[in-house]
């Protein structure tokens, strides 16, 4: 398969958590359902890592260390601002607004990682920042 692929079974898998997180929210801190949800991934993802073989720790360069671990603080932050906002909000309207995430790596791509966009990344950009916006205006 190939990364398009890959990414319609991220964004299905995505849109079902939203659902699934909503409906744990409920009656919960959103900071412990944020715990529990993290445990799952962690020990998913290292049963993956272990039943696939150990990749070569030797491979990892200090940069490579230290991006991983930016990008999983990001990610907690997001996670525990998704959940609060899901415990607050609808998952119709949550999740959408979340998926500004789009626009947002589609500008940070191009200015720290010099991707050149095309006028598709604009249009489909704007796009999503309107379908959020009117989504999220009721």
């Not at 890959?6 to 995505?14: D, H, M, N, P, T």
């Not at 997180?21 to 049963?47: E, M």
Request: aromatic share 12%; proline share 2%.
């Amino acid at each position: 398969m190939n990364w398009f692929y890959w990414s319609l079974l991220a964004a299905l898998f995505a849109g079902i958590t939203a659902v699934l997180a909503k409906a744990g929210t409920s009656g919960i801190d959103p900071n412990l359902a944020t715990a529990i949800r993290t445990t799952v991934v962690l020990v998913l993802a290292w049963g993956i890592v272990f039943a696939t073989g150990m990749p070569a720790w030797g491979s990892l360069s200090g940069s490579a260390i230290l991006f991983l671990t930016l990008s999983g603080l990001a990610t907690g932050a997001s996670w525990l601002c998704y959940f609060q906002a899901l415990s607050v909000g609808q998952a119709s309207s949550v999740a959408p607004v979340d998926k500004l995430s789009v626009v947002f790596a589609i500008a940070l791509a191009a200015i720290f990682l010099g991707e050149k966009l095309a006028w598709q990344h604009w249009v489909g950009g704007v796009l999503i920042v309107a379908g959020a916006a009117l989504i999220a205006w009721r």
